[in-house]
């Protein structure tokens, strides 16, 4: 059976119609990827569409992959925008919503950690724009900001190195801000923790924990 190329150039159909055809047969047009690997460290693997497939270096990730980082492994995410998303070991995280537009600049980030910490350095943008890390227990939305956020047993923190972040609790809907250089932890159906200052020592932990060689 002709493939959707050789059909096309046997009809000569209009140009729009013709992308049409394509983006209703699979046959040429794929979605833009929302970032590509750019560390890594151990085996990373990724799944897409059903199936389960080691990483490689510039390999794409598309919205809706989820990357998978086993105990022996670390992994670095440069995104469209051009933020950059470090994973730990442990880690499971999905690439739940990514767009920019025509000039690069992020209008929609969204990432979903099932469990383990991220790390997500995120680039300023000139216009209206969210970035947002959810969890189990609640969400971490940022604007141009260096941040931390960490999954487990029923919980989630974040640690903030630069600019502000607003966590809310997915149960109560309530709120706490989230300045640099401090930190916050909610409990699953709680209210967040008032945030408070941060270590050294903490910030140094969570950096080498996603810090890709």
Same mark, same amino acid.
């Given at each position: 059976?002709?493939?959707a ?10 140009? =729009?119609?013709a992308?049409?055809f &394509?983006l209703?047969? $699979? ?5 833009a990827?929302a970032?590509?690997?750019? *560390? ?5 693997f990724?799944?897409s569409?059903?199936?389960?497939m080691? &990483?490689?270096?510039?390999?794409? !990730?598309?919205?809706?992959?989820? !990357?998978?980082?086993?105990?022996d492994?670390? =992994?670095k995410?440069?995104?469209?925008d *051009?933020?950059?998303?470090? !994973? ?15 000039? $690069?600049?992020?209008?929609? $980030?969204? &990432?979903?950690?099932a ?22 227990? $609640? ?13 487990? *047993?029923?919980?989630?923190?974040? *640690? ?19 300045p640099?250089?401090?930190?916050a ?23 080498s ?5």
């Amino acid at each position: 059976m002709p493939n959707a190329q050789a059909i096309l150039r046997a009809v000569r159909l209009p140009p =729009l119609v013709a992308v049409a055809f &394509l983006l209703w047969s $699979g046959g040429a047009v794929s979605a833009a990827p929302a970032g590509s690997v750019v *560390g890594l460290s151990g085996s990373c693997f990724v799944e897409s569409g059903g199936q389960r497939m080691p &990483l490689k270096m510039g390999q794409p !990730v598309q919205v809706s992959d989820t !990357v998978d980082v086993p105990a022996d492994g670390k =992994l670095k995410l440069r995104m469209t925008d *051009g933020s950059v998303v470090s !994973v730990a070991a442990g880690t499971r995280v999905t690439v739940s919503a990514y767009a920019v537009d025509g000039g $690069g600049q992020r209008q929609t $980030g969204k &990432l979903t950690l099932a469990q383990g910490l991220l790390r997500a350095v995120v680039a300023p943008v000139g216009q209206p724009a969210s970035f947002e890390v959810d969890t189990a227990v $609640g969400a971490a939305a940022a604007r141009g900001t260096d941040l931390f956020v960490e999954a487990s *047993g029923g919980a989630m923190q974040v *640690g903030v190195l630069s600019g502000t972040v607003s966590m809310t609790s997915a149960v109560t809907r309530r709120s706490v801000t989230i300045p640099a250089r401090w930190g916050a932890r909610l409990e699953a159906g709680r209210d967040p923790v008032p945030a408070r200052i941060w270590s050294p020592a903490e910030f140094q932990a969570v950096i080498s924990r996603t810090d890709v060689p």
